[in-house]
């Protein structure tokens, strides 16, 4: 990097999100583990990635994964001890990778001790760490809705009341108005930072204060998210929190914000800081999302998606640090959501996305499996499923005959997050390489052809065109710090855009289809440029064709 004014390391970061119980099992008992992840951190190093952030590994009674705490200072058994993790931290930072670790404080697992306490009386110490309310005409106090489907709220014998949960049942939403738990769970991220940890991602952290303006209104949909997101004290917790526990620490943070708009992602995540580094925004992972939520299997439309990354490139920039994401835990693979998942078309469709996505000015994050290509399994079977919401959400849309059952198999197929949850596939042996015993979850069937062991050995790989963007970020500033413009944003086929920086410029073209398109802002001169996916001397982009040049 040249003389300019240094940036925080997280702006120069590329971060590697990491789904242990897919990862890499030890053990043999199916489920990936820490030892799993040490053991692969060479691979992670040789990708060249900066940051890994863990989903989970907590204990947990896996209602929701490990999204679903039982105890926040315990490593969940089937992915080892404390010493385990304590080793891989070591080993991580022997080699130069932070690691972020996943903080889910909106609810607990209903295991927590301080849940178990707070169900067994009105007058238990613990009783207002969680939302209770007096039921209504013999049923929950509102008809506020939870994400996984079904009422937000659940009957408790023990005193007659209802609790509250956006999740599932078994994640009881944490009362963040009450001090005592704002301040337990500060201790408890100032215990991990002590232990080494660099930094959290906050799992849905826009819904910790509910507005409680809604309970007695019609939500629209029924949906939660009227009354939990971006509520009305949100920014006063984060800002606490940031003096408690975040501005103490050298880290990186980034917030899950679903229903983030700028405006608010100004607040969390401001140049000026005082809450979080950067957020996770939804937009582009929502498109064609319509009467059933995510359920359909709608194309994206190019202009739209354009016109969401655009958005946030132009009206955060010098304001607020992006994040930049196509997949995650939670979302399908991206080159079968936004690319072309066919075999001849994978590779090519793979690179494209990660070149079109890694020259935007952000932290970019890569999911694990994402820099092979992985796809999306398309299971048959409903029983291959393990995901609590897609199982939930076949239930509630068939059996009240919204949608026929071979249809929602379909949008399953497109949309559940199991497709981001098959096992990592490290090589074409049993099971992938990823364990000796049976597998949690079934692997996708391709990884005799996608998997890391071939791809390493192959200079054209996804994976070598991942380790070059990487690369080419650290070289070049102008990647980080320059500013964002769209060519063409009615364009339907190409998304074209520039970055600038002290004078210089760079030019990214993108062809999204299977076809080839005459191209006017391809410029042929090979001295310009900095990378390509494939060759091509005419002013065209052949099916997927990707390239950044000088101009
Ligand atoms: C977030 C997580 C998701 C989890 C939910 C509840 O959206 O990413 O996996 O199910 O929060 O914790």
């Not at 405006?263 to 401001?270: D, F, H, L, P």
């Not at 929602?408 to 090589?427: C, E, F, H, V």
Request: net charge negative; with cysteine.
């Amino acid at each position: 990097m040249t003389e300019s004014k240094s940036l925080p390391w997280w702006k120069e970061a590329v971060v590697y999100q990491i789904y242990p119980r897919s990862f890499q099992d030890s053990d043999g008992d199916g489920v990936g583990d820490l030892k799993g992840i040490t053991d692969r951190l060479d691979y992670l190093k040789e990708l060249g990635i900066d940051v890994i952030w863990l989903s989970p590994v907590y204990r947990s009674p896996n209602a929701d994964n490990g999204y679903d705490i039982s105890d926040y200072r315990a490593i969940q058994e089937e992915f080892g001890g404390m010493e385990d993790f304590d080793r891989l931290l070591e080993k991580a930072h022997g080699l130069g990778i932070r690691i972020m670790m996943d903080l889910v404080v909106n609810h607990t697992s209903d295991e927590h001790f301080w849940f178990a306490e707070s169900r067994k009386g009105k007058d238990n110490p613990y009783r207002d760490y969680y939302i209770w309310r007096e039921g209504r005409a013999g049923g929950p106090p509102n008809d506020w809705k939870a994400s996984f489907g079904g009422s937000a709220w659940e009957y408790d014998e023990i005193t007659g009341m209802y609790y509250l949960h956006s999740f599932h049942k078994k994640q009881p939403d944490l009362n963040w108005e009450n001090e005592a738990v704002r301040h337990a769970v500060y201790d408890m991220m100032r215990w991990w930072f002590d232990k080494g940890i660099d930094g959290f991602r906050m799992d849905v952290i826009s819904m910790i204060s509910k507005d409680w303006r809604y309970f007695d209104r019609h939500p629209k949909d029924g949906s939660l998210w009227e009354f939990s997101v971006n509520g009305p004290r949100v920014h006063e917790f984060l800002q606490e929190m940031n003096k408690e526990v975040l501005s103490r620490y050298d880290c990186i943070t980034v917030g899950e914000t679903a229903g983030v708009t700028i405006e608010e992602a100004k607040r969390y995540a401001g140049e000026t800081g005082g809450e979080l580094n950067m957020v996770f925004q939804f937009e582009h992972v929502c498109l064609g999302d319509g009467r059933f939520g995510k359920w359909n299997d709608t194309p994206v439309d190019l202009r739209e998606f354009k016109a969401v990354m655009g958005k946030w490139q132009t009206l955060l920039a010098g304001k607020a640090w992006n994040s930049l994401y196509l997949g995650n835990h939670d979302q399908p693979r991206s080159v079968s959501r936004f690319g072309d998942d066919r075999p001849e078309y994978r590779e090519l469709s793979a690179k494209m996305l990660a070149l079109c996505l890694h020259f935007m000015q952000g932290t970019p994050y890569i999911y694990q499996g994402e820099e092979l290509g992985m796809t999306n399994p398309y299971f048959e079977r409903l029983e291959d499923y393990r995901d609590v919401e897609s199982l939930n959400a076949y239930r509630e849309l068939t059996e009240a005959g919204l949608v026929d059952g071979k249809d929602m198999l379909r949008y399953i197929g497109q949309k559940s997050r199991d497709n981001a949850r098959t096992p990592m596939q490290w090589d074409a042996g049993e099971n992938a390489g990823f364990t000796g015993g049976t597998p949690w979850i079934g692997l996708n069937p391709n990884y005799g052809q996608v998997n890391a062991e071939v791809q390493r050995r192959d200079p054209d790989s996804v994976f070598h065109f991942y380790r070059k963007l990487i690369r080419l970020r650290k070289e070049h500033e102008i990647i980080i710090r320059g500013s964002f413009r769209d060519l063409s944003p009615e364009d339907e086929s190409v998304y074209a855009y520039e970055r600038e920086y002290r004078g210089k410029r760079v030019r990214v073209l993108c062809n999204f289809t299977d076809r080839t398109v005459p191209c006017e802002w391809k410029l042929l001169d090979s001295e310009r440029l900095l990378i390509q996916n494939r060759e091509n001397t005419e002013k065209t982009l052949l099916p997927y064709e990707a390239l950044a040049f000088w101009v």
